[in-house]
């Protein structure tokens, strides 16, 4: 491959960007602390892009859309999203950080997490928009597990992104399109290889929700991610997702299977140099699992707000931690909250 795209790859590590951009007679472009820059001046030819191809293992005359992964010359690991753009090819790589961050040094809610991931068994989701530090959560999650329990644990993703190390856990890994055909056959083949844990990238479908939940159901610990940006969209999406003859008997299966919902956001950090996660959370315990059962969401929501029980925090509380403790700027967190006067109200402590 051309030295254009090696030494890009290259700058993506020196600046600390978390994505590159790749386009057909384009100059490159890097996302760094969540800002779009231009890297380099010279366009990237298709030729580079062809070989690029080929060694994600595409093929650039009949190919379309492919997610692969690639290790670069100097052994940075990248996500690999390969597309068309009107006709021509492109690409886009995110940089997969192979040090698993301890889940304190994250921001999150270390101690709950921890709790959730000691459970026996149930279904534990981690849910927000592309890019929120989903996949680096789960990694932080399973790692913790490796460092105190012998498990074993098979994750199904697509591509990996995260490479561990066995201690006192026994990890499998296996990659859709490479290891496994899909996501629900993975996943049900999974079910035969004596998994403790089961690490499921993303529920995409209506089999995959239902897999998941038989293997919480018969005794499993499954992981597993929802692109919604918040607790009541993701219990919505999970209810979608179920047919609709055998949506209240797969809302009772949730109801008494699920352990809890973390969603994340990152958002711009008030001194500018990088980025900072809030969090909406919550467990499910008590009479959460009744407003699930019934998929009484507007419930789940006023509930969380109630403050009275620090494993349930809605989003608005963690924004205005964050901009009171000066992580984040006033006007960033009144923006992610949606409402102005909401935010406004919250930071004097209005309920």
């Known amino acids: 491959m051309g030295s254009l795209i090696e030494a890009l790859l290259d700058a993506t590590q020196e600046h600390n960007a978390s994505d590159l951009f790749l386009a057909e007679g384009r100059e490159a472009r890097m996302k760094v602390s969540g800002q ?46 390969l597309h068309r753009h009107l006709g021509q090819l492109g690409a886009v790589l995110r940089k997969i950080n192979t040090d698993i961050p301890d889940l304190a040094s994250l921001g999150l809610p270390a101690d709950l997490l921890t709790a959730w991931c000691q459970a026996p068994s149930g279904l534990l989701l981690i849910t927000g928009p592309t890019g929120s530090g989903k996949s680096t959560t789960l990694a932080s999650c399973l790692e913790w597990v490796n460092q105190h329990f012998t498990k074993h644990i098979v994750t199904i993703e697509d591509p990996i992104e995260y490479l561990f190390e066995s201690k006192q856990a026994l990890f499998t890994q296996r990659e859709v399109h490479t290891d496994t055909d899909s996501f629900a056959r993975g996943l049900r ?6 998994p403790d844990i089961i690490l499921l990238g993303e529920i995409r479908d209506p089999e995959t929700a239902q897999i998941a939940l038989q293997a919480a159901e018969t005794g499993h610990l499954v992981f597993a991610t929802l692109h919604s940006a918040n607790v009541s969209e993701t219990v919505e999406r999970l209810t979608n997702l179920f ?96 409402s102005r ?11």
């Open 341 to 351: 006067a909401d935010f406004d109200r919250a930071m004097r402590g209005i309920e």
């Open 36 to 81: 779009l820059m231009v890297a380099g001046d010279d366009p990237v030819e298709r030729d580079d892009l062809v070989d690029f191809w080929k060694r994600c293992g595409a093929d650039p005359d009949y190919d379309g859309d492919r997610d692969t992964s690639y290790v670069s010359g100097s052994g940075v690991r990248f996500r690999v999203n």
């Open 189 to 194: 083949s999974s079910l035969r290889q004596a």
């Open 243 to 338: 047919p609709t003859d055998e949506r209240v008997s797969q809302l009772l299966l949730l109801s008494n299977q699920l352990v809890g919902i973390l969603c994340q956001k990152l958002l711009p950090s008030a001194s500018g140099s990088g980025m900072e996660v809030v969090v909406e959370h919550v467990e499910n315990t008590g009479v959460i699992r009744n407003y699930l059962r019934d998929s009484r969401v507007t419930e789940i929501v006023d509930f969380m707000k109630r403050g009275d029980n620090p494993h349930n925090k809605p989003f608005i509380t963690s924004l205005v931690e964050a901009a009171q403790s000066g992580r984040i700027s006033t006007e960033v967190a009144a923006a992610a909250a949606g």
